[in-house]
């Protein structure tokens, strides 16, 4: 089928649909295809991840292998579409990945570390909850540590931590995101800490230029009053 932008009924339709009729080995081959032709929608910007959240739960729950190498195994043209989907599917709903149990994912990994690690990092969420505690999603951190290339995961790693919604003082969320990484545990690996220490120096540099931008839009506002 072709896809365009989804009412939140018929993804919850297609979801139903996909988690009953998609089960066992002959439902791979089909949901690649589905997969594929919802990456052909979205490089034509016919449709995104958003609408799509229940839908791709459903196909992940019933073909986890089949959604992760159509989304994030294919070529880098392939993969930069499907982590848009995905991301999109995340942006105001509980990210689809969660339907794949975290053992799953280490596997699907596995086959080919040194790409789907790195893939991987682009669309997990990056915090988590452990020993009931919130911060770094421990699956990620562990991702991090378990790649043959840890920096070039962490790369996009920092890069989800910098697309996080702010509101309020931009300075204030920049100066947040330093701190965060300073909690980030390199486990005596001093390449990791050093790009950690150059993007946090990079995000400290920021919050100050945007607390000075603040200080001096709040004198403008002042004098206007007085």
Request: one cysteine or more; glycine letters at 8%.
């Amino acid at each position: 089928r072709a896809f365009g932008r989804c009412a939140a009924r018929e993804d919850h339709v297609l979801a139903a649909i996909a988690s009953a009729c998609l089960v066992g080995e002959g439902g791979y081959a089909a949901t690649v295809r589905i997969c594929q032709n919802l990456l052909k929608a979205v490089s034509s910007h016919t449709t995104s991840g958003v609408g799509h959240r229940e839908f791709l739960a459903g196909l992940l729950k019933a073909q986890p292998d089949a959604v992760l190498d159509a989304l994030l195994g294919g070529d880098e043209k392939q993969v930069r579409q499907g982590v848009y989907l995905i991301q999109g599917a995340s942006q105001v709903q509980e990210n689809p990945l969660a339907s794949v149990s975290e053992t799953h994912l280490a596997e699907w990994m596995s086959r080919d570390p040194s790409r789907r690690h790195a893939a991987l990092a682009s669309v997990l969420d990056v915090f988590g909850v452990s020993e009931g505690k919130s911060g770094w999603n421990p699956f990620l951190t562990h991702m991090v540590h378990t790649a043959p290339e840890p920096i070039a995961v962490m790369r996009e790693v920092v890069v989800r931590l910098d697309a996080q919604a702010w509101s309020g003082s931009e300075a204030a969320a920049l100066e947040s995101r330093a701190k965060l990484l300073d909690v980030f545990e390199t486990r005596g690996n001093e390449a990791l800490q050093q790009f950690i220490d150059e993007h946090k120096k990079r995000l400290l540099v920021e919050a100050e230029r945007a607390r000075a931008w603040e200080r001096d839009r709040d004198k403008s506002r002042g004098d206007t009053f007085e």
